[in-house]
């Protein structure tokens, strides 16, 4: 499938709701927003990225883009210049001219922005916690106890420490 250029040019388009797109079977996405200066932010954590072999110039020129929310790193042969000139983009870094292809489509060390997953099912405590992780995927170090209140995977499992 291709989603090649599909909101090539479209100056004035300020959001996109996506996350009933289905990516799934999609191999090309170069292009996809070329041009698009008035988006802000974009939220493509629905996206399914594994068959897609061509991500050129995906985002070129998006000179406002701030965010894009992914949770996963895409792999992709072909991406060049797939970040250019998005020159407010911040994820886990902040925007570096020279580095604009698919290596920096990750929200660890690239610009995407890990969103936070919805809790399903919680557990309260965590006496013994073994292995201990931010909902990011950030593996936490330091005791159960020194943690300020939040939510954590421990172990596995979502839970809240009061």
């Given at each position: 499938t291709y989603m090649g250029g599909m909101f090539s040019g479209c100056k004035a388009l300020t959001s996109l709701d996506l996350k009933h797109f289905n990516t799934q079977n999609v191999t090309d996405m170069r292009r996809m927003f070329i041009g698009c200066?008035?988006?802000?932010?974009?939220?493509?954590?629905?996206?399914?990225t594994q068959k897609v072999t061509n991500m050129d110039w995906m985002f070129y020129g998006c000179s406002a883009l701030t965010t894009i929310n992914s949770n996963t790193a895409w792999q992709c042969p072909e991406s060049y210049r797939m970040f250019d000139n998005c020159t407010k983009?911040?994820?886990?870094?902040?925007?570096?001219?020279?580095?604009?292809?698919?290596?920096?489509?990750?929200p660890e060390t690239g610009y995407f922005t890990a969103k936070p997953t919805a809790v399903e099912s919680v557990r309260f405590g965590a006496d013994g916690a073994q292995h201990i992780y931010t909902l990011q995927g950030k593996r936490v170090r330091g005791a159960w106890k020194h943690l300020p209140a939040g939510v954590y995977v421990v172990n596995g499992k979502k839970t809240v420490k009061p």
């Open positions: 200066s008035g988006l802000t932010s974009l939220d493509l954590s629905h996206f399914n983009l911040k994820g886990a870094v902040a925007y570096d001219k020279y580095k604009t292809d698919a290596r920096m489509a990750n």
